[in-house]
C-alpha cells in the first residue's frame, strides 16, 4: 500500500514529463486530496498513514488514467469556476480560469439593473450558472447543439439552484433561432481553434475534449464569430451587448468583423496572461 507521502511524490514524478512541475504538483496535490479527503497540511501531517484498500484502487485507477492523459477533472468528475464546484464529464469542456474574466466583465457591466441572457453553447454550463448566481434577477436561456452537454449543465444548474432555461439549438442552424426571443446580453465561449492546430495541442485536451466545442474550419477561423454577430442583428435589444471569448490570434480579426457588421464600441480586453481573449460589441 501507498503511504500518503509516498503516493504524492511518486505521482508527482510520473506526471513531470508530461506537464510541467508546477503543474504535476497542483495535479497530485488535487488528487490526494480528492481520495483523502485531507488538505496539504493534514496529510503531511500523516504523511506515513497508508492508503485504505478502496483508497488504493482509486489512486491506481487514476494515475492510469492521467499517465494516458486524461484530465484530473474528469477523473475526479468536477472543475471549480468563480469558486463553485461544476460536474464535467467527456462532453464538455473543463472550464478555464481566463472564462471567469468573460463573466466577472459582464456582471461588473449589469449589476445595477435587469437583463435578459442568451448563453450560445453552454457545455457545463459555468458560464449562465455564474451570472445567474451572481446576477439572480437576470433572467436567462442558454442553447448547446450536444443533448449530453445540457444534460450537464442541467444538473450543475440545479446543483447551485440557479433558475435557467435550456434549449437544443445549432447556433450555425438559422432556421433553428426562430423561436428565440430577445435579449439584453448575448454571451459566448464558442469553438474557435483551427483544426490545423491540433496536432500541436497537449494530448489531454485534444484527445479528451469534446472536438465540436473546440475546432473550426481552418479556413474559416470566424465561423462561430459570425454567426454570433448575425443571430445579435435580430436577437439583441437596442444597446445591448455581445461578449465572446476569443482566440488572441484571430482578435483583431474578431474586432474587425462585428464592427464590419455594423456594431458600436467594439472593444478587446487582455487576459490574466495578457492574451487577447475577449470581446465586447454593442448594438446600435
Same mark, same amino acid.
Given at each position: 500500500?501507498?503511504?500518503?507521502?509516498?503516493?504524492?511524490?511518486?505521482?508527482?514524478?510520473?506526471?513531470?514529463? !508530461?506537464?510541467?512541475?508546477?503543474? $504535476?504538483?497542483?495535479? $497530485?496535490?488535487?488528487?490526494?486530496?480528492? !481520495?483523502?479527503?485531507?488538505?496539504?497540511?493534514?496529510?503531511?501531517?500523516?504523511?506515513?498513514?497508508?492508503?485504505t484498500e478502496e483508497q488504493e484502487i482509486q489512486f491506481t485507477r487514476a494515475q492510469t488514467d492521467l499517465l494516458n492523459g486524461r484530465p484530473l477533472q474528469y477523473i !475526479?468528475?468536477? $472543475?471549480?469556476?468563480?469558486?463553485?464546484?461544476? !460536474?464535467?464529464?467527456?462532453?464538455?469542456?473543463?472550464?478555464?480560469?481566463?472564462?471567469?474574466?468573460?463573466v466577472q466583465w459582464i456582471i461588473d457591466d449589469n449589476t445595477d439593473r435587469v437583463i435578459s441572457i442568451f448563453d450560445i453553447g453552454t457545455g457545463s454550463g459555468c458560464i449562465p450558472v455564474s451570472l445567474k448566481l451572481s446576477l439572480p434577477d437576470a433572467l436567462i436561456t442558454t442553447c448547446d447543439i450536444s443533448e449530453k452537454a445540457l444534460e450537464t449543465a442541467s444538473a450543475n444548474a440545479q446543483k447551485l439552484g440557479a433558475d435557467i432555461h435550456f434549449i437544443g439549438m445549432d447556433i450555425l442552424d438559422t432556421e433553428q433561432q426562430n423561436d428565440t426571443g430577445v435579449y439584453n446580453v448575448i454571451v459566448s465561449n464558442p469553438p474557435y481553434i483551427p483544426v490545423a492546430e491540433k496536432a500541436n495541442m497537449h494530448s489531454n485536451v485534444k484527445d479528451h475534449e469534446p472536438e465540436i466545442a473546440l475546432f473550426v474550419p481552418n479556413d474559416d477561423a470566424l465561423l462561430f464569430y459570425r454567426a454570433i454577430a448575425q443571430f445579435g442583428k435580430s436577437h439583441l435589444a437596442s444597446n445591448g451587448s455581445i461578449y465572446c471569448e476569443l482566440e488572441a490570434a484571430h482578435a483583431q480579426e474578431s474586432k474587425a468583423l462585428f464592427e464590419l457588421m455594423g456594431y458600436k464600441n467594439v472593444t478587446i480586453r487582455k487576459d490574466m496572461h495578457g492574451n487577447w481573449r475577449m470581446l465586447k460589441a454593442q448594438a446600435i
Open positions: 500500500m501507498h503511504t500518503y507521502s509516498r503516493a504524492f511524490y511518486a505521482l508527482k514524478d510520473q506526471l513531470t514529463p !508530461i506537464y510541467d512541475d508546477r503543474e $504535476a504538483v497542483a495535479i $497530485a496535490h488535487e488528487l490526494l486530496h480528492h !481520495i483523502t479527503r485531507m488538505d496539504k497540511v493534514q496529510r503531511l501531517m500523516h504523511k506515513d498513514v497508508e492508503f !475526479i468528475g468536477f $472543475a471549480w469556476f468563480m469558486n463553485r464546484e461544476f !460536474i464535467v464529464n467527456e462532453h464538455v469542456l473543463i472550464p478555464r480560469p481566463e472564462t471567469e474574466e468573460l
